[in-house]
């Protein structure tokens, strides 16, 4: 990397040179030296790296005008996000060791440093230990991992639908960047730096967070973001484009939905000002590549179920790490079942009370696969530690299952289905990080194999929710639309009434995925 760097001014072909070296040679070797246990701590830094190299082909894009810059760049950010999930696959699972993993640690830690043969042992042991350990990441990453191909810009282009746009974000120190594309091409576009966007997503989010209180602050950020966001690569938008949002680092919190593209009059009701998504059809992904994956992939067109739904399970049971009571969530049952309604009886499973309980959704899930999981339960998300991260559910005695539902077990499933819906709080939120952006629930189901999943960034009220929720069904299984034009309708109908035109209620909930699921 220093080597590419004393080239950057004179002769940038010979910094690119050695820069993609100094990458390939991190990536070849750097999962084989990174290991919590083992103290290394390589991949913690691999990201700032990515974002360096990146930064200085954006910056020769904009100063040569060449466009292999800009997709050298791309390419680059997406080498990151790809590299982002193994890293947070590892770290996530590097307090659980299977029993032969186990035991080779204590042998390392039992080796005497003044034995003859300590080097060698030493040697020998870690490369047992990381085979396995490499083994089970792997296996964790489930089919996602097949996800993981990175695409060219170039590429992109050619295998994206007519009305289909993407706007790909990457977070950086003194500045970010943004690349919009379709199929006609595509453009590189300078925005702030990371601690800008950061502060201004805060304030978004904190706004929208009090409802009254905080809308004047609200419109004012939504607006500033919608022009720092959304209008560089507004020219390539069109009444019929679908949106593809790829988020990073703090703009994963945020709703795209809300922001607002047009100046705001006092007075100026909700329903009358102009949302984002009153104009698109609004879906997230990763990353573009893992978009395409999705997008491209083979799925079952029969299921032997429609729905599979999981409401009010009685948590009474289980214990929270801080000792409090999860309270009750009566309201789900009404939703899972108004839901169940628009199903045959042959075409649903319906989870309630303690039925709802970990062990048999797995056996569900594994045993009986659903076109629609539908999981009305709290969500409960750990900032610092994905794995942590769970849904709420019921324990049954003997089942060996603590009633959490947790990130791990989700990625380690076979989710054969067509789409998740986590109506919980805060499901699509979790750890954010460069590279490899917000790691949540959303994304294990993606992991496990769901190709898209509606979810949430923050907790709803019960009663907007259930309306939410309501429409959502009846549009999408009703028209067979799919889920991201029904959740579009459904906001349209919370923001033209009364009691829920307040962003608070309608901008929650995105999806993540494909924007096809779940026909």
Known sequence: FGVAHT???????????????????????????????????????????????????????????????????????????????????????????????????????????????????????????????????????????????????????????????????????????????????????????????INESRLLVQAVGRPGAGDEAFVIRARRLYDILIAPGAGRLDAESDLVIVPDGCLFGIPFEALLATDVSPGTGWKDMQFLFRSYDTVYAPSVSCFLCLCKKEYTSKYEIDLLAVGDPDDSGIETDTGRRLRPLPKTRDEVEYIGGMFGESEKIILVGPSANEGELKKIIRDHPSRIIHLAAHGLVDPVTP??????????????????????????????????????????????????????????????????????????????????????????TGREISAVCALRESRRKLLETAEYSHPFHWASFIATGTDKAPW
């Open 7 to 197: 080239y950057e001014k004179d002769s940038p072909d010979s910094a690119r040179f050695y820069y993609e070296k100094a990458l390939s040679l991190m990536e070849k070797t750097g999962f084989q030296t990174s290991s919590a246990e083992l103290g290394t701590g390589f991949h913690g830094n691999c990201r700032y790296f990515y974002e360096g190299v990146a930064r200085f082909y954006a910056d020769m894009a904009v100063r040569t005008g060449d466009d292999q810059w800009s997709c050298d760049a791309f390419w680059t950010i997406e080498r990151s996000k790809a590299r982002g999930l193994l890293e947070m696959l590892q770290n996530s699972i590097a307090v659980r060791h299977l029993p032969a993993e186990e035991a080779l640690l204590d042998s390392i830690y039992g080796l005497d440093p003044q034995a003859a043969d300590y080097r060698s042992d030493l040697e020998r042991f870690e490369r047992c230990y990381r085979i396995l350990k490499e083994e089970r990441v792997s296996s964790a990453a489930g089919k996602l991992a097949d996800n993981n191909e990175i695409s060219r810009l170039e590429d992109i282009c050619g295998a994206l639908p007519q009305k289909t746009v993407i706007f790909s974000y990457a977070l950086g120190d003194s500045v970010s960047q943004l690349w919009v594309i379709d199929r006609n091409g595509h453009e590189l576009h300078r925005l702030p730096g990371r601690r800008d966007l």
């Open 387 to 476: 794995a942590a991260s769970s849904i709420a559910l019921c324990s049954e005695s003997g089942s060996g299952e603590d009633g959490y539902l947790h990130t791990l077990e989700i990625i380690a499933m076979s989710v054969d289905c067509r789409l998740v819906v986590l109506s919980a709080c805060e499901t699509a939120t979790g750890r954010i990080g460069r590279g490899e952006g917000v790691v949540g629930l959303s994304r294990a189901f993606l992991c496990a194999g769901a190709p898209a999943v509606v979810s949430s960034l923050w907790s709803v009220p019960d009663e907007s929710t259930a309306m939410l929720m309501e429409t959502f069904y009846e549009n999408m």
